[in-house]
């Protein structure tokens, strides 16, 4: 029998829904948002627009690094930061030291990362995701 995802596919699809709605009602900016599990298995991604490669991979970057690392990406590259280390150190070509990726945790339990990317600055990618985390942990 197929183990039961903690992250129930209709929050999901509300989560993405929220961050893509409020995203849009702005100027045209265009962003990548990434959902993944917490092994980091991607299950939803969305773009509003076009984008650079770098983009939209690096929003399912940061949904991942969320996840496997436990923390968000802002808060685990200032911790790299202050131990004078590189993402790179850590040997896994996937991990991104860049803000805008979230973890999603209930009760202590890491269930899944969200990433978003393709905004001008981390702290804008952030604000995105806390729309999404918002939704899939009401």
Not at 25 to 51: E, F, H, K, M
Not at 83 to 100: A, K, N, V
């Amino acid at each position: 029998m197929p183990e039961q995802s903690p992250l129930p596919f209709a929050k999901i699809q509300a989560a993405m829904n929220a961050m893509i709605e409020k995203v849009t009602q702005g100027p045209d900016v265009v962003v990548a948002i990434a959902i993944v599990d917490n092994t980091g298995n991607l299950l939803a991604y969305a773009q509003t627009g076009q984008l650079r490669l770098f983009s939209r991979r690096h929003a399912i970057r940061k949904a991942y690094t969320a996840a496997v690392m436990g923390m968000d990406t802002g808060i685990h590259a200032r911790k790299l930061k202050e131990q004078g280390r590189s993402i790179s150190e850590l040997g896994d070509p996937q991990l991104s030291p860049t803000q805008g990726g979230l973890v999603i945790k209930r009760d202590g339990t890491i269930l899944g990362g969200i990433g978003v990317g393709g905004f001008d600055g981390g702290h804008l990618d952030e604000a995105l995701a806390q729309v999404g985390l918002a939704i899939i942990l009401e």
